[in-house]
């Protein structure tokens, strides 16, 4: 069963139980000021999920492409990636606990065969002021007893961090008039031992990599109000998130994500254009792979890198994918690329269509951050002549820098002066340290977080920001 496959066999699952198709929002959502990218299916919902009428009806479905630009520091681990896809039913005021609950089993089990002995499954314990989901705690025991399982082993229970889900995560960040709910969540378990590095007992939660969440159903039936308190919504809906690349890995009984048959050709590619095995470099690869699909499909968008907003998230992106691939001496960034739009055109159109755009918008920021690079190196080595000899053979010699080399002149440089290379030359510390600029590195983060202090008090909040650190 290929990534397509699932797709096609989700898709007519839910239109079979009286679902509507709706089509893939763009990853940039044309009026929606609280949001950077699409993060979720149920991000263009939100209306609907509050209470307008649906053109299409009450029980829609549809694949979301997907970006959580708050999940940037994870990727490099077998299974975060900041661009996904995400399969979504909702029922807006329709079905709720008993259908949902029974389909989500019924399509993970009889669609997909993934064996029942493999899934565990989380429900929403409750807190003081929120009660705990009693119903699909019902709902699942049934199941399980009926299965031949002991609910006793198979469901657990945990509190808001993980088993709430709203845009802004816990009810406590939650703004008012923002819905939300408890949600119940399946895990696939792989047949690999706890790693004890994460302590003695193992359980779904766990980050051991032993088990992964492949989906999950939202009980959206909440709505902050501005006390800080929880108003039940007149119509409570159902929000079904299930992880494209996540339950190609259970179908397919690969603990890395990166590994399963929709990444095998990029990463094998990486590989190829870095000549090391992905067994040597899988968290560098995982990052090239992972930002680069990323950017092609917001450059698909019509995004240009800049310092600002979406163009600042894309630049990030390029510039880190960049990062890792010189770190390894990678060359030709085109065949990257090429493998990237390649693998994923059977299921989106945009980016074959999109294709020379995606190439040069990417390609021209290689250009730029090499700029940038050699700016940098002017900018210091006219301040601190002990650089000059090391920046020489870079600005000369080299069209294109290449990190390992930078190395091997270390100099060290003011807070301040490294400061400006952050905030005039868009420079992360560790990009600066790449370049073989020592600095203060306590005082930096100091100066940084007095930086965004500021840019917070002149900034609107969104739900996506990015941590600026990296
Ligand atoms: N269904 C909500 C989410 O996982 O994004």
């Known amino acids: 069963m290929t990534a397509k496959d699932i797709i096609d066999t989700y898709i007519s699952f839910f239109e079979e139980r009286g679902h509507k198709k709706i089509e893939n ?21 939100v209306p609907y999920l509050l209470g307008k009428e649906h053109p299409e009806g009450k029980r829609l479905v549809n694949v979301q492409n997907c970006f959580r630009a708050q999940d940037i520091d994870e990727v490099g681990d077998n299974r975060h990636t900041t661009f996904f896809r995400m399969l979504g039913n909702w029922s807006l005021g329709d079905y709720f606990k008993k259908e949902e609950v029974s389909w989500f089993w019924e399509f993970l089990t009889q669609k997909l065969t993934i064996p029942k002995e493999r899934l565990y499954i989380t429900v929403f314990k409750g807190t003081n002021e929120i009660p705990k989901d009693e119903e699909a705690e019902q709902v699942w025991k049934e199941i399980i007893l009926q299965e031949g399982m002991n609910p006793k082993e198979r469901i657990l229970y945990y509190g808001t961090k993980k088993n709430w889900w709203s845009r802004s995560g816990v009810p406590e960040n939650m703004p008012a008039g923002e819905p939300g709910g408890p949600d119940t969540e399946v895990f696939y378990r792989f047949n690999i031992e706890h790693n004890p590095a994460f302590g003695d007992v193992c359980h779904p939660n766990c980050d051991c990599g032993r088990f992964m969440e492949i989906a999950n ?39 890395d994500v990166f590994q399963t048959s929709l990444f095998a050709p990029i990463v094998a590619g990486i590989s190829h254009a870095i000549n090391k095995p992905y067994s040597e470099e899988s968290k560098e690869i995982r990052i090239i792979a992972d930002h680069f699909i990323s950017a092609c499909f917001i450059a698909a968008n019509d995004v240009i890198p800049s310092n600002k907003e979406q163009g600042y998230i894309l630049r990030r992106l390029i510039r880190r994918g960049l990062d890792s691939f010189y770190q390894l001496q990678g060359g030709n960034l085109s065949e990257i690329i090429e493998t990237i739009v390649d693998q994923y055109k059977n299921t989106d159109q945009i980016l074959l269509t999109k294709f020379e755009h995606i190439k040069n918008t990417i390609l021209a920021e290689e250009n730029s951050y090499s700029q940038t690079r050699r700016n940098a190196r002017k900018l210091i080595t006219r301040k601190y002549p002990s650089a000059s ?52 590195e306590d005082e930096f983060v100091q100066k940084m977080k007095e930086h965004q202090q500021r840019s917070k008090m002149s900034g609107t909040k969104k739900f996506d920001r990015v941590k600026e650190i990296r």
Do not use: W
Request: charged share 20%; glycine share 10%.
């Open 217 to 255: 159903s939202v009980f959206m039936q909440y709505v902050k109000q501005e006390n800080g308190s929880f108003k039940e919504l007149p119509k409570k809906n159902v929000d079904f998130g299930g992880g494209l690349e996540r339950l190609l890995a259970a179908v397919e009984n690969m603990q």
């Open 25 to 45: 929002s763009p990853l940039v959502l044309q009026n929606d000021p609280t949001t950077l990218f699409t993060s979720a299916g149920m991000q263009p919902l």
């Open 389 to 440: 000899h090391s920046a020489r053979v870079q600005a000369e010699g080299l069209g294109q820098a290449r990190i390992g080399d930078e190395l091997k002149g270390q100099v060290e440089i003011s807070t301040e002066d490294a400061f400006v290379l952050y905030t005039a030359h868009g420079l992360s510390p560790a990009q600066i340290k790449s370049l073989g600029f020592l600095f203060n």
